[in-house]
């Protein structure tokens, strides 16, 4: 009887003993399966999210920056006739290489193979490649963006907006695409293009950035506008109710604040949300880069403005730094908190922080004043 109580017990204890084991190896288990589907689903999803960023992400980027571009007709029909010849001498000598490879080979029925290469594998290879490039210029657009982001001066208050980051990516774009005419005009004339043009009676002609239009990819504008008569002229006027994307400001959500300009029907010009600096470009004043003493990096040539915002034909689009930023309606301004982006004479673009020390502002404004230029 005693024995077999403690046979019992005994074999009750083992078997919450093998219970015990048993348990832990169906939570170990559990726990293997439990990471092999967290495993599984990352092996899934990140080649999933990969190719979905090979097949669209290029989509994305060029769609973006579709909107800063401006093609004509001709330049279309050039780019459409560029890709079919790319198109056909890749088919040429891929076919012509495909021929000389499969003619040395032998079947073991036919005594000859097919030599022909088909056109829809020049094609799906065209595609490949055009995805290719796509893709990397996705990731270069990721890795500006995430660049940026970590050195960038401007306060991170703008980051919760769904295309803040983007659209003061394209306002950098618009500047340093205005910064390139700028040195493309200098390389051309040997010097930049006055703030406005004035005649000798004092009346305004045309504007700075009416001088850049062929370096903005807009020479057939350009080719129409009567420069012997004012920009307000009849036969002018229609001319300069044409929108060019480069000076749009993708954060201003106006084109021209109430009071700025009369919005009739016989006025519908367009604006320019971009201002020179007036102590470079000012009446007839045409600067050359030698000039600027104090050096290109240190002085300001344009710069975001947000109020009395003027059309982009008007030849008094100029204004002066040192009112400060954000701080006078005729001085420069952005709708991004603290500051805004100014284009520099070497070309590059700094955001400034609208509290900057004046006299720092000031240095900046002037090019051959002499003053030091701290950090900022």
């Known amino acids: 009887m005693t024995d077999d109580f403690h046979k019992t017990g005994r074999d009750v204890a083992e078997t919450e003993i093998t219970w015990g084991y048993r348990l832990t190896g169906l939570q170990t288990l559990g726990l293997f399966l439990i990471l092999i589907a967290v495993l599984g689903f990352f092996q899934i999803m990140f080649p999933l999210l990969l190719g979905f960023l090979f097949l669209t992400g290029w989509a994305v980027y060029l769609w973006r920056f579709l909107s800063l571009w401006t093609f004509t007709v001709p330049q279309f029909l050039w780019c459409c006739g560029l890709l079919l010849a790319v198109a056909l001498v890749t088919h040429l000598l891929l076919n012509g290489l495909y021929h000389r490879i499969q003619s040395t080979r032998v079947d073991h029925v036919q005594t000859a193979v097919t030599t022909k290469w088909e056109k829809c594998w020049t094609a799906s290879l065209l595609v490949l490649v055009l995805s290719l490039a796509g893709f990397s210029f996705a990731l270069l657009g990721l890795k500006q963006t995430v660049q940026e982001l970590v050195t960038t001066n401007e306060r991170l208050l703008l980051v919760h907006k769904g295309r803040g980051r983007y659209r003061r990516n394209e306002t950098r774009y ?14 051309t004339m040997s010097r930049f293009p006055p703030g406005g043009i004035f005649d ?177």
Request: glycine share 8%; proline share 8%; no cysteine.
């Open 174 to 187: 618009h500047l340093k695409q205005l910064g390139l005419a700028m040195h493309n005009y200098h390389d």
């Open 200 to 376: 000798r009676a004092g009346q305004p002609q045309h504007s700075w950035t009416t001088q850049l239009l062929p370096f903005l990819d807009q020479a057939y504008l350009y080719n129409q506008i009567n420069f012997e008569q004012p920009w307000t002229a009849t036969d002018n006027r229609p001319h300069f109710e044409n929108r060019l994307p480069v000076l749009q400001n993708p954060k201003l959500n106006y084109d021209f604040q109430p009071g700025d300009l009369r919005r009739d029907d016989a006025h519908r010009l367009k604006p320019a949300h971009y201002a020179a600096n007036s102590h470079v470009f000012n009446v007839n004043s045409a600067p050359k880069i030698e000039e600027i003493r104090d050096g290109t990096s240190n002085t300001l040539l344009a710069g975001e403005v947000n109020s009395q915002i003027k059309a982009w034909g008007d030849p008094t689009n100029f204004r002066d730094p040192t009112r400060g930023i954000n701080a006078d309606p005729q001085g420069f301004g952005s709708p991004s908190t603290g500051g805004a982006y100014f284009l520099l004479g070497d070309g590059s673009v700094r955001f400034i922080n609208e509290d900057i020390d004046p006299a720092i502002l000031k240095a900046l404004a002037t090019p051959d004043g002499g003053e030091p230029v701290g950090e900022y």
